[in-house]
């Protein structure tokens, strides 16, 4: 129990205080009572009275000095926190020395993939690029027999740029070439040089090629090159150093003051527009081979080489799906026969046959399916959009071929699907006339011609977006970059370099004045009114035939080409 000063003095008038122990460091004094209680009371500085009144009364008095404890204390606290501050700067240049390290791991990572690691391709591997093997053959040649272009006084090609579209098999033709010579392969992601560290990349490439260099000749081969290889010094704020420093050491590899006998670098790349004039000057690629979408034999040479491993039924004509599937790279034939197995294992089948094929077809085309609207006034709404842009593509002259039509739409989409072939000889040569790209337009807007026919200008919905979307696309490219307009054979738009380049942002004002501007947008609307009253009259007196089809739909929600096409022509027969 803690007693008052005043009570102390009390206390020791009273001699209920056998002992006290002062304590003058701290300014307090334990008393012991008569009773055995401890107290431990607080006195003044320097305090005499109690020295005064403990000798008055012959209480004895004893003075405790504490200054060793305090040492003692003051000493432990010392080696605690001098403890702490050691056992951190250890943590710290413990994570310092990892940090090091990992820098030297990134700059030191080897990028070489042994050949036990992957699997050894030759050019009967690569199907569909028949074209682009041979132009490479020479390259193989060199390889295994350099002397011979030395003797001709040829210089060794010191790199290759393969340009295509995804999927097309860039990184396939690569490995061809070194299953083919029998060479290493050094192969590496562009982006794995540029890392959060300055000069960790440009480390990377001087190792790269000081590994690849040490087992010439070799192929090296950079996948995805425009990660590190787009124009130095463009874009808003400048560039990146570090990118940029990598760029540097990569082109100073490839032809700069040390020769770089006997490593070829072959590198890929889907955006050749936006790499850097140094990069893909003659001396560094000395090649470039596009490799395009595969035509209709080609297509049927890659869809026979996926077919090997899965069991395909006798009904499958792998010619005909390669007629389907115009458009399709490599990849996405590869992705159509894994879905259409895929399919079949889900199915309990043990073979591949068309239907599987089919599904796999629609899937990669428009992607998951929803059911139809159960409501059924929308339903048919939706029926005579459907029917309407078909019954369009079909009497009007092109050579898409359609395919089926279908009241089962892609997620995310209002209106069913109808679909087309595109034309082969259209998309391989890539030539567009400009009555099919009309053709397109009119097309595009025989769903809102069939709703303004059937149901009023004031009952059309937003079920054909995307087809307006098209519309002013394809109207917009044929006045401002193909010339098919009134106003001439002008391109007022070319192509600019992406955005991301920060060029076009920074070039607002358009090349042309807002008279012109204003006129382009005259004749952009005056194609879309021409190819909407086109498809209009097209319609306006098929309106039974609509109906017909339209309740077909409803019922069976898919309708084959055959069906329609007939339908059609019967139809026209009985007029």
């Known amino acids: 129990m803690s007693k008052s000063y005043s009570q102390l003095l009390r206390d020791i008038e009273s001699g209920e205080i056998i002992s006290i122990i002062l304590i003058p460091n701290r300014r307090e004094v334990i008393v012991e009572l008569r009773n055995g209680e401890r107290n431990l009371i607080p006195i003044f500085y320097n305090d005499q009275k109690i020295l005064r009144i403990a000798e008055e009364y012959n209480i004895p008095l004893t003075v405790r000095d504490i200054r060793s404890e305090q040492q003692l204390a003051n000493l432990l606290t010392g080696f605690g926190l001098t403890l702490i501050f050691v056992l951190s700067l250890s943590y710290l240049i413990r994570r310092s020395s990892k940090l090091l390290n990992n820098i030297q791991t990134f700059s030191g990572r080897s990028s070489q993939v042994k050949e036990d690691d992957i699997r050894k391709y030759t050019f009967d591997d690569v199907a569909g690029l028949n074209e682009e093997s041979d132009e490479l053959k020479e390259i193989v040649t060199f390889l295994n027999n350099p002397q011979k272009l030395i003797d001709l006084g040829a210089k060794t090609p010191k790199g290759i740029l393969l340009v295509g579209p995804p999927g097309t098999g860039k990184t396939l033709l690569a490995r061809a070439i070194a299953g083919e010579a029998d060479v290493p392969f050094f192969s590496i992601s562009a982006s794995e040089f540029v890392q959060m560290f300055v000069g960790v990349g440009a480390g990377r490439v001087r190792d790269l090629f000081k590994s690849a260099k040490s087992k010439s000749p070799c192929i090296v081969f950079i996948d995805e090159i425009d990660s590190i290889g787009r124009q130095r010094g463009a874009g808003i704020g400048g560039g990146n150093d570090e990118r940029e420093q990598t760029l540097n050491q990569l082109l100073t590899e490839m032809d700069g003051f040390e020769a770089n006998n006997g490593v070829i670098v072959i590198a890929a790349t889907n955006r050749p ?69 895929i399919y079949a294992a889900r199915n309990q089948k043990s073979s591949i046959n068309n239907i599987e094929l089919d599904y796999a077809l629609e899937k990669a085309r428009f992607g998951i399916l929803s059911k139809p609207l159960s409501d059924s006034a929308k339903k048919r709404q939706i029926a ?7 019954l369009v593509a079909l009497l009007i002259p092109t050579n898409d071929k359609l395919e089926k039509i279908s009241l089962f739409k892609s997620l995310g989409d209002m209106s069913g699907m109808t679909c087309f072939t595109p034309d082969e000889e259209t998309l391989d040569s890539g030539l567009l006339t400009r009555s099919y790209i009309y053709s397109k337009i009119v097309i595009a807007l025989g769903s809102r011609a069939a709703e303004i026919i059937v149901f009023g200008s004031n009952e059309v919905t937003q079920g054909s977006q995307r087809d307006l979307e098209n519309v002013y696309f394809w109207a917009n490219q044929m006045v401002t970059k193909f010339g098919f307009s009134d106003l001439g054979p002008i391109a007022f738009e070319a192509d600019r370099d992406s955005i991301f380049l920060g060029k076009d942002i920074l070039k607002s004002r358009k090349e042309y004045s807002q008279k012109t501007s204003k006129e ?34 409803v019922v069976n929600e898919t309708l084959e080409s055959e ?13």
């Open 273 to 341: 527009d936006v790499l850097d004039q140094a990069l893909t000057r003659p001396g560094r690629f000395d090649r470039r081979i596009v490799i395009s979408l595969p035509d209709r034999k080609s297509r049927h040479k890659i869809l026979s080489v996926h077919a090997r491993s899965k069991p395909l039924s006798d009904s499958v004509n792998l010619m005909d799906w390669a007629s389907k599937t115009a458009g399709f790279s490599g990849a996405d034939l590869q992705n159509l026969l894994n879905e259409a197995a």
């Open 384 to 390: 005579y959009q459907v029917i309407g842009k078909t």
């Open 520 to 553: 382009i947008d005259i004749q952009i609307i005056s194609i879309a009114k021409k190819a909407i009253n086109h498809a209009i009259k097209l319609l306006s007196d098929k309106v039974p035939l609509m109906d017909l089809l339209v309740e077909e739909l």
């Open 563 to 575: 069906y329609v096409i007939n339908s059609l022509n019967s139809y026209l027969s009985r007029k």
